[in-house]
């Protein structure tokens, strides 16, 4: 079954202080039987957001990383075979103070995903330097999504400017660090097995932590074959 992106939201808010909670209702509603994914980065004076939800219903953390060395984090949650759309809720932890917490955030919601769609997980990678990247390993099948994602921990040296993966679609991408939550997404679909890699472009060097996961599309239903001919078919009537 073919993966297709039904909806790429970019509802912004990295410079907004959202309080405990961020909610998001999508303009088109979702659809029933799709999966549905939140990326955050966010900077949180109170702690890390530990949930998210889709209209009451708990989503899956994928991936979930501290940014240092100031409070960031990076985050990536899954709500596989939606029951009906909704409001998208993401909560902090912390000491529930309503101040000081700024998310930058993406919504995808996609179709034709298999119903444990998990197939490469690398491990996190950071560094300090201008070229943010990640690698998977080998993809197990041809039809797969990737989804990379990665958070700026530190641009004291200034906010850069970010150019997005050349082979990959944007979800979001924001440099303005010194007041705001900072770092960039993006995914592409792919056709053939190999390992993928996805590297932005930093104008200035910068502290940043990043997360990728691929996943697999659903094999569909069985093929159908033909019934082999008989071996030795009866004949009834009589040669010429």
Same mark, same amino acid.
């Given at each position: 079954?073919?993966?297709?992106?039904?909806?790429?939201?970019?509802?912004?808010?990295?410079?907004?202080?959202?309080?405990?909670?961020?909610?998001?209702?999508?303009?088109?509603?979702?659809?029933?039987?799709?999966?549905?994914?939140?990326?955050?980065? #966010?900077?949180?004076?109170?702690?890390?957001?530990?949930?998210?939800?889709?209209?009451?219903?708990?989503?899956?953390?994928?991936?979930?990383?501290?940014?240092?060395?100031?409070?960031?984090?990076?985050?990536?949650?899954?709500?596989?075979?939606?029951?009906?759309?909704?409001?998208?809720?993401?909560?902090?932890?912390?000491?529930?103070?309503?101040?000081?917490?700024?998310?930058?955030?993406?919504?995808?919601?996609?179709?034709?995903?298999?119903?444990?769609?998990?197939?490469?997980?690398?491990?996190?990678?950071?560094?300090?330097?201008?070229?943010?990247?990640?690698?998977?390993?080998?993809?197990?099948?041809?039809?797969?999504?990737?989804?990379?994602?990665?958070?700026?921990?530190?641009?004291?040296?200034? #906010?850069?400017?970010?150019?997005?993966?050349?082979?990959?679609?944007?979800?979001?991408?924001?440099?303005?660090?010194?007041?705001?939550?900072?770092?960039?997404?993006?995914?592409?679909?792919?056709?053939?097995?190999?390992?993928?890699?996805?590297?932005?472009?930093?104008?200035?060097?910068?502290?940043?932590?990043?997360?990728?996961?691929?996943?697999?599309?659903?094999?569909?239903?069985?093929?159908?074959?033909?019934?082999?001919?008989?071996?030795?078919?009866?004949?009834?009537?009589?040669?010429?």
């Amino acid at each position: 079954m073919a993966i297709v992106v039904v909806q790429n939201i970019a509802p912004g808010g990295a410079g907004v202080d959202e309080g405990i909670n961020a909610s998001y209702t999508p303009t088109t509603p979702f659809t029933a039987g799709n999966t549905i994914f939140v990326i955050a980065s #966010d900077f949180s004076n109170t702690g890390q957001p530990t949930s998210a939800t889709v209209n009451g219903n708990a989503m899956t953390n994928d991936a979930s990383i501290d940014v240092g060395p100031f409070a960031g984090h990076l985050n990536i949650w899954r709500l596989t075979n939606l029951a009906s759309s909704g409001n998208v809720v993401v909560n902090w932890s912390g000491d529930g103070s309503p101040v000081g917490n700024y998310i930058l955030r993406g919504i995808l919601e996609v179709s034709g995903l298999d119903a444990t769609p998990i197939d490469q997980e690398p491990t996190p990678t950071g560094a300090t330097d201008t070229a943010p990247t990640i690698t998977s390993g080998t993809t197990t099948q041809a039809d797969e999504i990737v989804i990379a994602a990665f958070a700026i921990g530190d641009a004291s040296g200034g #906010d850069p400017t970010i150019t997005n993966p050349g082979t990959y679609t944007e979800v979001f991408r924001n440099g303005a660090w010194s007041t705001e939550a900072a770092g960039g997404c993006a995914y592409k679909i792919v056709s053939a097995t190999g390992a993928q890699t996805a590297t932005w472009a930093l104008s200035v060097s910068c502290t940043w932590e990043a997360v990728m996961l691929t996943y697999k599309a659903s094999s569909g239903a069985p093929a159908v074959v033909a019934p082999p001919a008989p071996r030795n078919p009866l004949f009834f009537g009589s040669f010429p």
